[in-house]
């Protein structure tokens, strides 16, 4: 969806601040108009030097011009102060507003890309994510800091010296006047070409981050491969790209406040030379031609700055979109309302009819059908590619099946809440998820007030306890980010010990040993052996060795089940798995 308004939804989202804003908006206003007096404060000098007893403080019983200049100057302090007073207290309002909002923003966009599905993920790249989530809501905060209150002192300013300029001088006001149609079509038309241009921007700086994100994600794969100039160079592609980017909207931009400077100083030459000549023959006081020059001036360098304050807001209002677009994704996973006690799950999965298939890509599944019982220890086994894992994706909801269903305890998965649903589904994966904390903190995951000793005893389950105990700081020992200081196999241990502690009634194991040596896959499956005992397991493998005490062992093949039964009857049957079995157990070689 796209936002042709990004300003009306940026109020609309904060209008829980709306006190505060218009509080801030006071302030600001308060302040200019104090800044605004300094003109008037001369025009007065100018009038007690003139005039003498005869002037405006003469009118209102200040008959002796030293006592005069005295009361302006005791008047000059006082609205200096004041305007100083409200600087600080619209700065302080406007700055915590932005900080407020900001922070806010930030975690409700977080908070809704956590619940969207993931195929949304699947199309996007993390660092064009993080780029929505960093730098576009930035770029906000910086426009709430300074810019908004800009354009309102700005607006104030124009309205407040025409009112004056009309009140001094109305045969002379409209010259002054004149030039603010033609200012406010021109910034119109201008704000609507410089829009395109930063949308263009944030999309170029959203590419470029991603592929920063991915970059030093695989550092150690691209020292390895030595590709440190390629990707350099890809990167300077971007960079480029970028800088081209925002080089058409700063030549653009940066063209704004010499046009306008030109359209004010006609209507200023007008008013200098027509206040000027009724000066001159007695129609205009010499104190209000003062006043009218001087508050010129504080008109003309206020609206010369009106470039730099659109640019900021059009960058603002840039970002804005594509954070309002990122809240109004929808999920394609619609929650479920039926709650799911844990104590009630007898763990019987069911896969009716499952048609399924990536987006842009060919069906993975056509007609996949599988029972399994309360319990029960099952295995898919298979070719790279054939699903495996997709089932387990689908059974967590992270997608949803095209035709057919999946059941829990006879029940429709999409019937149960989403959270409920996870929480009784216990997965470890190959790529285990390290956060960068403590060991008892990823152990722990999920259930951070859980006591140490429970801690310990999940630990001593996974068979990682004694390895935990031989670190500097036991359980406090800080692992750093991805576990970068954790070897794989310990990770996937405490990725175990992290799955026993939650105790779920039903268990995946995601190639949980694939990527870890004979001795710690020994390791790991004696740890396995202990905690399917009484929760139905589902083991997705490569590694034949670690399915063959399944209860049930289904083949997949082209989307298929092809062979389902025991260990033992597979290798009997003599087909596919038996193929396999042989290949992994080095009695025959691949073709």
């Known amino acids: ?40 404060l001369i025009a007065a000098a100018v009038d007690i030097a003139v005039r003498r007893e005869g002037s405006i403080f003469g009118y209102l019983g200040i008959t002796d011009v030293t006592s005069q200049l005295i009361f302006l100057g ?16 619209y700065k302080i309002f406007w700055r ?30 993390t660092g064009g994510l993080m780029s929505i989530l ?46 603010m149609p033609f200012i406010l079509v021109f910034s119109i038309k201008f704000q609507k ?25 695989g550092i150690a794969t691209i020292k390895s491969y030595t590709t440190e100039e390629y990707e350099e160079s890809r990167i300077l592609k971007s960079s480029s790209e970028y800088r081209e980017s925002n080089r058409e909207a700063i030549k653009f931009s940066s063209a704004f406040s010499p046009l306008i400077r030109m359209i004010i100083v006609v209507g200023f030459t007008a008013m200098l030379i027509f206040a000027g000549i009724q000066t001159i023959n007695g129609q205009l006081e010499v104190a209000a031609y003062s006043a009218m020059i001087f508050l010129t001036q504080r008109l003309l360098w206020p609206l010369t700055r009106v470039g730099e304050t659109l640019d900021q807001y059009q960058r603002a209002m840039a970002s804005t979109t594509r954070i309002m677009n990122l809240l109004d994704t929808q999920s394609k996973i619609v929650n479920g309302k039926n709650k799911l006690p844990l104590s009630s799950i007898s763990g019987r999965i069911s896969f009716q009819n499952v048609h399924f298939g990536y987006k842009g890509r060919n069906s993975t599944f056509t007609n996949l059908t599988v029972n399994i019982d309360s319990g029960e220890t099952i ?129 995946i194991l995601d190639e949980a040993t694939s990527s870890v040596d004979n001795e710690t896959e020994a390791v790991i499956q004696r740890s396995l052996e202990k905690i399917i005992i009484g929760r139905t397991t589902i083991i997705i493998a490569h590694r034949l060795s670690t399915v063959r005490n399944a209860d049930k062992i289904f083949v997949i093949e082209n989307g298929e089940i092809i062979e389902q039964g025991t260990h033992n009857e597979l290798v009997e049957d003599n087909r596919l798995y038996a193929s396999l079995w042989k290949v992994q157990t080095g009695e025959r070689t691949l073709a």
């Open 193 to 217: 070409r410089l829009e395109s241009r930063y949308a263009d921007v944030r999309e170029k700086v959203g590419i470029l981050n991603g592929q920063l994100s991915n970059n030093l994600t």
């Open 379 to 507: 295995a898919f086994v298979g070719s790279t590619g054939v699903g495996k894992s997709t089932i387990v994706k689908l059974l967590l909801r992270f997608y949803d099946t095209q035709k057919g269903r999946i059941t829990l305890d006879g029940i429709d998965i999409k019937d149960f809440d989403l959270q409920e649903l996870r929480k009784a589904i216990g997965l470890v994966k190959q790529d285990t998820f390290i956060i960068d904390g403590t060991v008892r903190e990823n152990i722990a995951y999920g259930k951070p007030d859980t006591p140490i000793e429970e801690i310990i005893e999940a630990a001593k389950v996974a068979e990682v306890h004694n390895f935990i105990n031989s670190l500097p700081d036991s359980y406090n020992t800080l692992v750093g980010e991805r576990g970068q200081k954790l070897s794989g196999g310990q990770r996937q241990r405490i990725a175990i010990a992290r799955a026993v502690l939650k105790n779920p009634p039903i268990l």
């Open 1 to 40: 969806m796209k936002h042709d308004r990004p300003l009306l939804q940026l109020i609309h989202y904060s209008r829980s601040h709306g006190l505060t804003m218009l509080l801030a908006t006071f302030f600001s206003i308060l302040n200019k108009w104090f800044d605004l007096a300094p003109p008037f």
């Open 134 to 179: 960093n730098d576009d809501i930035n770029q906000l905060e910086r426009f709430l800091d300074i810019g908004a209150n800009d354009l309102i002192q700005v607006t104030v300013t124009a309205l407040t010296i025409l009112t004056a300029f009309f009140l001094l001088s109305p045969g002379v006001a409209w010259m002054a006047a004149v030039p």
């Open 96 to 125: 915590n507003l932005a900080q407020t909002i900001e922070h806010e923003l930030r975690l409700d966009a977080y908070r809704h890309l956590q619940h969207l599905d993931m195929e949304y993920f699947e199309d996007r790249q």
């Open 74 to 89: 005791l008047l000059t302090f006082v609205i200096w102060a004041l305007e100083s007073l409200f600087e600080y207290i």
